[in-house]
């Protein structure tokens, strides 16, 4: 490879050696971290009986990941404009590698746990910042039509991941989930550094919201904390105190977001009310899909014996019709209005979860596991891609991309908080150690599975309930909104709900981000370095 970039920044055209440089490292980058995020949960058991531990560190190996990732993605678009958009993204590739290499050779629980924060961190910035190099690299008239085979090809990485783990678990070492992150890696690095031009924000101004990052670090890190262990000891003091801290840290973010000249979540935001309510909705819904995902892998290779290969791929219909589906989900919310798709979408996840709660160790796939899981497929397909366009019509054009962020912000930290709280709330055991570790939580698990679908219905059930109180129809436009006092009033039109936008996967880990969050990509923000 050659020093040297052909084409700069804002120029390079759909079809050319540049474009399919650059989509090769941004698919190859983001769909290491989608592949990552699959692979690990058909692993835990696996993990568990290598290092022995409990219920509790599992949630641990998810959630250290996700306490990162979720606070950190709202600042990365700034981040990138600041200091370079493939700068941070190869920063973030190189954070995830290092931090994959920790995880291969962690002696122990508390070093794989503190690997996975690491990943966390890059996943937060080569993700978002995959975006950010399509949006400004891209002409304009093919910006949408790479944004989509990005979003395909990711997609595709997520569909293949319950195999890749399963396979890697049974052929050789739950160890090498992560080694394979380390030479798609450093193709990746030399790929952005000699063959993707590098672009920023020169106006990019004013302090970055440093604050509110570690805030919402330690307030996820507290409150996942006080979750996780009290369902393994109980409510000690230290668990009180992880809950008072995590609470604590919460409430003095909303204060210094309120007052911050440039809050990486801007609270104003929140007086839309479509946008209040979808997010509320995102919440209740990730809120159960992180537990299902989290127990139902463990439940199928504890409790009902499958191989971890058949684990993983028990829940591959799920990704599989949202891939199908997701388009014309979108599409079919555009025509109608997404208020009917997001009361029936989260009825039909809560008939779901009704049906996986009868399941048992004996049951066979097709009758027992296959049906429930369809339902939540279809369910989820119905939902998502209308939760994501109604959060994008319930802003300004101008803060789309930010929305956007809020909404997979959310919908992280609630599979983060649910797969803290459901177990705990379902009498599913936590406590580690040798023997409990690997039949002490497997009987609980087998008891408790059932209640804790049921808990994950209930949430549906609701999140359906908040879609009522959406307006009949399409979506209304920012003016109008805004004359309801719904919107601030320095407003430009808003995107027509559904309409010439990219074609996107909506991930089963998470809604499809618009564009990285609080970056200028793609709207005249830039120069090329190189």
Do not use: K
């Not at 924000?201 to 509110?212: A, H, K, M, P, W």
């Not at 023997?435 to 408790?448: I, N, V």
């Not at 919107?487 to 880990?509: D, I, K, N, Y």
């Amino acid at each position: 490879m050659s020093g040297s970039v052909p084409v700069p920044a804002g120029q390079v055209a759909w079809g050319t050696p540049a474009a399919r440089w650059m989509l090769t490292a941004t698919v190859l980058g983001s769909g290491m971290a989608f592949l990552d995020s699959t692979v690990v949960t058909v692993a835990l058991p696996a993990i568990q009986g290598d290092l022995g531990t409990g219920l509790a560190g599992l949630q641990w190996i998810v959630n250290g990941y996700m306490v990162t990732l979720s606070a950190l993605i709202l600042l990365s678009g700034s981040l990138s404009d600041r200091f370079g958009r493939v700068r941070l993204f190869m920063a973030g590739v190189a954070v995830f590698a290092l931090a994959s290499a920790l995880c291969t050779f962690a002696p122990d629980l508390g070093w794989l746990v503190a690997g996975r924060v690491i990943q966390g961190v890059g996943g937060a910035l080569l993700t978002p910042g995959s975006l950010a190099i399509l949006q400004a690299g891209f002409r304009e008239d093919d910006r949408a039509r790479a944004i989509g085979a990005w979003s395909g090809l990711t997609g595709v990485a997520a569909a293949v991941g319950p195999f890749v783990g399963g396979w890697l678990v049974q052929i050789g070492d739950w160890r090498l989930i992560f080694l394979i992150n380390l030479p798609v890696a450093v193709v990746v690095l030399l790929i952005a550094r000699f063959r993707v031009p590098e672009s920023r924000d020169t106006s990019s101004q004013g302090r970055l919201d440093y604050g509110g990052a570690l805030l919402g670090v330690v307030a996820l890190a507290g409150v996942t904390y006080a979750l996780i262990q009290w369902g393994a000891v109980g409510p000690t003091p230290a668990v009180w105190t992880g809950a008072v801290v995590g609470v604590a840290a919460l409430a003095v973010f909303v204060f210094v977001e309120a007052r911050t000249a440039s809050p990486m979540l801007p609270l104003g935001l929140f007086r839309s009310l479509p946008f209040s309510v979808t997010n509320g909705a995102t919440v209740l819904i990730y809120g159960s899909l992180g537990p299902l995902l989290f127990l139902l892998v463990i439940f199928l290779q504890e409790v009902a014996g499958y191989s971890p290969v058949a684990a993983g791929a028990a829940s591959l219909p799920i990704t599989l019709l949202m891939l199908l589906l997701s388009a014309r989900s979108g599409r079919l919310a555009s025509r109608i209005g997404p208020r009917t798709q997001l009361v029936v979408g989260p009825l039909l996840l809560a008939v779901g979860f009704a049906v996986l709660s009868r399941l048992h160790g004996d049951a066979p796939y097709l009758t027992g596991v296959l049906p429930g899981v369809l339902l939540v497929a279809l369910g989820l397909s119905t939902t998502v891609a209308p939760l994501t366009a109604t959060v994008l019509a319930s802003v300004p054009e101008r803060h789309a991309g930010l929305a956007s962020g809020v909404n997979n912000t959310f919908a992280r930290g609630a599979q983060l908080i649910g797969v803290a709280a459901v177990p705990v709330l379902a009498g599913i055991g936590g406590s580690g150690g040798q023997g409990a570790g690997s039949q002490g939580h497997s009987a609980s698990l087998a008891t408790g599975f059932g209640t804790a679908m049921l808990i994950l219905a209930g949430l549906c059930v609701v999140a359906s309930l908040c879609a009522l109180v959406l307006p009949r129809g399409r979506m209304p436009e920012a003016a109008e909104a805004a004359g309801r006092g719904s919107l601030p009033e320095e407003t430009s039109a808003v995107e027509p709900l559904g309409e010439e936008q990219p074609v996107r996967f909506c991930g089963v880990t998470g809604p499809p981000l618009r564009s990285c969050p609080g970056s200028t990509a793609g709207n005249g923000g830039g120069r090329t370095e190189r």
